[in-house]
């Protein structure tokens, strides 16, 4: 009797933590138990034990994950075997040193597996029935792993299962934006995971944590300083905190990178110059990066942002971007180190459009760089707004390898608040056509480096991860992460079957609430484009902290820090005239790029006024003139807003009900300034139309000097410079 009563109190105990425990810390690697009976009875008949043939970090990291995920999702242990045993079960291990996975491979697949990549497949020989996970290296393993786990989770079927999988990018890579003090530049999931203060002896289970999430999307790198340097992180005992948590990732097959400063020669070395040619300098880098490679002998290398916003770069000595970015390559070389050397560049004394600088700047410069250089490029040539047409770089440096850049944090796209599904732009951006080599010459092939043959490849994605219990602030960020991962892997997925996996692995198999979410990841870019910057509008935002609607921000330390540079409103009409008759901007793509742009009546009108000053008045192809169809855009996206908490609320009963307020909460926030951004837009913009709002839509509630006055001096995210 008192053992009935004592259960029954813990059973309600343990159920009353499980409704407050669900926060979203697990991510998409939750492991519970299956629903259905008879689904987790079929797994069990073919994934219910492990042999894992081999013995490295790496591959226990694999069998450990196997077991712990797989037990979780079938409900009962699902144990690491030492050796193969009869009956149906799960081998892993690696081609040409286990005799056991060569017996099941054939000469044919082995051949197709690339390093990284694996063979999944079920497979019956010799009246054995097997789950094979064979890669070349025990990376491989690792993916395969997880990918096997993904197909558990997401409840696939396993049954005449046969897939070869190689990474189409070689260095997969996050890029942290945080500061030596925990702060975060453009981070809204408050502060740093990394506790450097209390490194190297206290390791944050975060760490661990986080080396699975990101192994588990094939990402094999991360940079965990900010572009924005502090030389201090090269002093000998931040070395060893770095030290320390590139032990904590390697058993996952994560690299560490750091950023350098170009002036740490000056700064912690005592030199006079950080001149790239002079040969003191040449010797403090080669002395550092061998310490660096004493500490951690699989260092990645060095991320570089210089000569841009006020870093120390080459040109403070008048050496160009290739003498500056060879000099670190040099240095990195004999330890098969790289240098990620920023393309974000842009001078204030230079009258040029911001957005044809960089590219008037490194296209001459292609060919001259070392081997083990890669330019990291964002994504559009201005600065991760909301849309942006492609950054003419890519296509045109055929003998430099070129990552992406793309942020995962939204800066720009309603920092920590907005539900915005990131995965819809990466895609837009990955699939657009450079037609370089003619067509089909997409970005995605220009960074995979197949389209000029590229060894080396890269992709990079600006983190929105920090110490909020869910990693991201706003849940929906998970899926940002998620999505860049698996994009990284591989930039033809398609964004939708993405949402698919992440909608079930982290909220719910239900297939109807699974299509409501996935629309709303589906449709969220669009709406958010339309509510903040529609028809192509860019750069309109707040000043320094990038908060909210800022259209009006005229005086700042540099024009091109302004938004009236950019949207160039005037009596006459709206818009950046970058065609012949303006900045010619558009001359830097290729000619048939050019030819969908340059007619301001054929434009996709996703694009018009990043190309376009278009008269108040010009009838556009939806039959409305610019000025009702602005208005039109801004309400549809706000519109949209509103739709998107009715979405979600007839989920409701599919997702526990600590997630689902954390959503809601953040979509009453997102309603609330996606009406602001529109109102306080429309407000301005008709200082110059001078026409009216269509009567059939919502009036803004004030008047433009209200939306003007509006201050917000502790918006995250800032950097104390701004
Ligand atoms: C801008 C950010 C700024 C970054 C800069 C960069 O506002 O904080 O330092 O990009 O990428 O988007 O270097």
Same mark, same amino acid.
């Given at each position: 009797m008192f053992k009935s009563i004592a259960c029954t109190i813990l059973f309600s105990f343990l159920c009353t933590l499980n409704s407050f425990a669900d926060d979203g810390y697990r991510l998409w690697l939750r492991f519970d138990e299956i629903a259905s009976e008879e689904v987790r009875n079929d797994y069990r008949q073919s994934v219910g034990q492990i042999f894992i043939d081999g013995d490295s970090p790496i591959l226990a990291t694999a069998g450990k994950e196997l077991s712990d995920g797989l037990s979780g999702l079938l409900g009962q242990s699902v144990p690491l075997l030492d050796r193969a045993a009869d009956g149906p079960g799960i081998i892993a291990g690696i081609i040409g040193q286990s005799d056991l996975i060569n017996g099941w491979v054939t000469t044919a697949d082995a051949e197709k597996i690339q390093e990284e990549g694996y063979l999944l497949m079920q497979k019956e020989q010799n009246g054995q029935q097997r789950i094979v996970i064979a890669a070349k290296d025990e990376r491989g393993v690792l993916y395969g792993s997880f990918h096997l786990l993904r197909l558990v989770q997401t409840q696939s079927a396993l049954s005449g299962l046969h897939l070869i999988d190689n990474p189409k990018i070689k260095m997969r890579v996050l890029n942290h934006w945080d500061n030596l003090d925990r &702060?975060?530049?453009? =981070? +809204? *999931? =408050?502060?740093?995971?990394?506790d450097w203060h209390q490194l190297p002896e206290f390791l944050d289970v975060r760490y661990t944590d986080y080396a699975r999430a990101n192994a588990s999307i094939g990402i094999n790198g991360t940079v965990v300083t900010n572009v924005n340097a502090n030389a201090l992180i090269f002093r000998p005992d931040y070395l060893e905190k770095v030290a320390a948590l590139a032990d904590v990732f390697r058993p996952y097959g994560i690299r560490i990178y750091l950023t350098a400063r170009f002036s740490a020669p000056i700064e @912690? =070395? =005592?030199?006079? &110059? *950080? #001149?790239?040619? #002079?040969a003191g300098v040449q010797k403090w880098w080669s002395d550092k990066v061998a310490e660096i490679y004493e500490l951690i002998p699989d260092f990645g290398g060095f991320l570089v942002k210089a000569n841009s916003e006020g870093q120390p770069g080459p040109q403070n000595y008048n050496r160009n971007h290739a003498e500056g970015a060879n000099m670190l390559a040099d240095a990195l070389e004999p330890y098969g180190g790289v240098v990620m050397w920023r393309a974000f560049v842009y001078s204030n004394e230079e009258p040029e459009d911001r957005a044809k600088q960089a590219y008037n700047e490194f296209v001459p410069l292609d060919g001259k760089f070392r081997k083990n250089v890669l330019i990291q490029v964002k994504n559009g040539p201005i600065d991760f707004q909301p849309r942006e047409p492609i950054h003419p770089l890519f296509g045109a440096m055929p003998q430099t390898p070129l990552m992406m850049e793309f942020q995962i944090t939204k800066e720009y796209l309603g920092q920590g608040t907005h539900l915005v599904g990131l995965a819809k732009m990466y895609e837009e951006v990955l699939q657009t056509d450079t037609y370089v080599k003619g067509k089909g010459s997409t970005v995605a092939k220009v960074i995979d480096g197949s389209l000029d043959g590229h060894e080396l490849s890269g992709i990079a994605g600006v983190a929105n991860i920090g110490t909020a219990r869910n990693w991201t602030g706003n849940l929906f960020g998970q899926a940002d992460w998620y999505a860049y991962g698996r994009l990284a892997w591989d930039p033809e997925i398609a964004a939708e079957s993405i949402f698919e996996e992440w909608t079930k692995m982290t909220? &719910?198999?239900d297939p109807e609430a699974v299509s409501v979410i996935n629309n709303m990841l589906a449709t969220s870019h669009e709406t958010c484009v339309r509510y903040m910057t529609p028809l192509g509008l860019h750069h309109i935002m707040g000043p320094g902290h990038h908060y909210g609607p800022g259209p009006w921000v005229s005086r700042m330390p540099r024009a091109d820090w302004t938004s009236v540079y950019y949207h160039k409103a005037d009596e006459k009409g709206l818009g950046f005239d970058r065609t012949a008759s303006g900045s #010619? *901007?558009?001359? @830097? +793509?290729?000619p048939d790029f050019q030819k969908e742009l340059r007619d301001m009546d054929k434009i996709s009108h996703k694009f018009l006024l990043w190309f376009h000053h278009v008269p108040w008045d010009h009838v556009l192809s939806t039959g409305n003139t610019l000025w009702v169809e602005l208005c039109r855009e801004y309400h549809r996206g706000a519109a949209a807003v509103t739709a998107m908490k009715e979405q979600w609320n007839s989920v409701s009963d599919h997702i526990d009900p600590g997630r689902f307020r954390q959503v809601a909460m953040h979509l009453d926030i997102q309603e609330k300034e996606a009406k602001w951004w529109r109102d306080a837009c429309l407000r301005y913009f008709q200082s110059f139309s001078k026409m009216e709002i269509p009567a059939d839509l919502e009036q803004p509630e004030h008047d433009l000097e209200y939306y003007e006055s509006l201050r917000f001096p502790y918006a995250p995210g800032i950097r104390p410079r701004w």
């Open positions: &702060t975060v530049e453009r =981070g +809204y *999931a =408050g502060f740093s995971i990394w @912690q =070395g =005592g030199l006079e &110059t *950080a #001149d790239p040619l #002079d909220f &719910t198999h #010619d *901007a558009l001359s @830097q +793509y290729h």
